[in-house]
């Protein structure tokens, strides 16, 4: 079981910037997908940008130039950098771990919120 412990959610004015970041309690994230998605009530859980073990990154459309997800394999963490923030970023942001195998494996942290005022 891997453990992924999410921070650095909260208020923040329209404009602004937030940092997440993600640790994962294994070693073996080097070799993952790591991702972050997003959920708002009443939603499904959305992609927001995933990253894989050899750099590609894919973003959400809505996000491409603002947010830039990289990874620090020592630490075993993953970061969401959000610059420009908007009110329509408001959600509850989820780190996730896939690993492609025999089996493939895939968890998700518990979440940290965003709240982007106008």
């Known amino acids: 079981q891997v453990q992924l412990v999410e921070s650095g959610g909260g208020l923040v004015q329209a404009g602004g910037s937030l940092r997440l970041s993600c640790t994962a309690s294994?070693?073996?994230?080097?070799?993952?997908?790591m991702g972050w998605y997003c959920q708002t009530p009443g939603n499904q859980r959305e992609l927001v940008a995933t990253?894989?073990?050899?750099?590609?990154?894919n973003y959400a459309d809505a996000v491409k130039g603002r947010f830039t997800i990289y990874r620090d394999n020592v630490k075993n963490a993953v970061y969401l950098q959000m610059n420009s923030l908007k009110p329509e970023d408001t959600a509850v942001y989820y780190c996730?771990?896939?690993?492609?195998?025999?089996?493939?494996?895939?968890?998700w942290g518990k979440g940290t919120l965003v709240n982007v005022s106008a």
């Open positions: 996730n771990f896939k690993r492609l195998g025999i089996p493939a494996v895939e968890y």
């Open positions: 294994t070693s073996a994230f080097r070799f993952a997908t």
């Open positions: 990253l894989t073990n050899t750099g590609t990154t």
